[in-house]
């Protein structure tokens, strides 16, 4: 079975420092990983996902299959990217979330 | 466009009561429609998951039912409700194609929040 583990619940940077928002996976498979995130009062909608290779709103993350991760890192983080963020990962037919960290920018 | 409705938004019932939730899509067909719960500490658990009318999987074994009566339609409901029912559910969906299913976004609705008091 597929499981995505965030270990950290909360995450709290000052804004211009950089963040990294950590996500491990355990897959048999090939796998497929996101990032959704939720704002404040916003539903829940994707960021990036691994198979585009794209950075969004300043936002990467790269697949690291020797150490099944996919971290999301920022170089500068922003007070606008405090939100909740989701790892997500694809396996037999359903997309599993792991728990979420909380992301706070303080100015 | 393609937009997702949930309703109700809010609900507060008694244990022991009965449960309906709704999910509808509008703007595509045939799409995989999906029933999460949101718990604080919980993240986001997948609890029901449908490719077409009438199909239905459970992922986890609870109080709770779903069902698909037309295309777009996704219902998630409950005989008698639970103290552990109440949180915040998820309606989402996602268009099927095929073995690029992988690659698709969900789209989420605004949610319920739940509490069985």
């Known amino acids: 079975a597929q499981r995505v583990t965030q270990p950290e619940k909360l995450l709290s940077v000052f804004k211009g420092a950089p963040v990294e928002l950590k996500c491990n996976y355990s897959?048999?498979?090939?796998?497929?990983l996101f990032w959704y995130v939720q704002y404040s009062r916003q539903r829940l909608q994707l960021l990036l996902r691994?198979?585009s290779r794209e950075s969004i709103k300043g936002f990467t993350a790269d697949l690291n299959k020797g150490e099944t991760s996919f971290h999301l890192k920022k170089p500068f983080a922003q007070e606008e990217d405090s939100a909740m963020y989701y790892c997500?990962?694809?396996?037999?037919?359903?997309?599993?979330f792991g728990t979420g960290t909380r992301l706070l920018v303080s100015p | 466009s393609q937009t997702i409705h949930q309703w109700p938004a809010t609900l507060v019932q008694p244990v022991g009561s009965p449960l309906s939730l709704e999910c509808t899509v509008e703007?595509?067909?045939?799409?995989?429609l999906y029933w999460y719960r949101q718990a604080a500490g919980r993240g986001l658990q997948l609890l029901f998951y449908?490719?077409?009318?009438?199909?239905i999987s459970s992922e986890v074994p609870q109080n709770l039912s779903a069902s698909r009566p037309q295309d777009r339609q996704f219902i998630l409901s409950s005989k008698k409700l639970l103290l552990s029912d109440s949180g915040f559910y998820l309606c989402?969906?996602?268009?099927?194609?095929?073995?690029?299913?992988?690659?698709?976004?969900?789209?989420f609705g605004p949610g319920t929040r739940l509490t069985v008091l």
């Open positions: 691994h198979i």
């Open positions: 449908s490719v077409g009318i009438g199909q």
């Open positions: 989402a969906w996602s268009d099927f194609r095929g073995t690029s299913a992988k690659y698709n976004e969900q789209f």
């Open positions: 997500a990962l694809w396996g037999f037919q359903k997309l599993v």
């Open positions: 897959y048999s498979g090939s796998p497929e």
């Open positions: 703007g595509t067909s045939n799409p995989n």
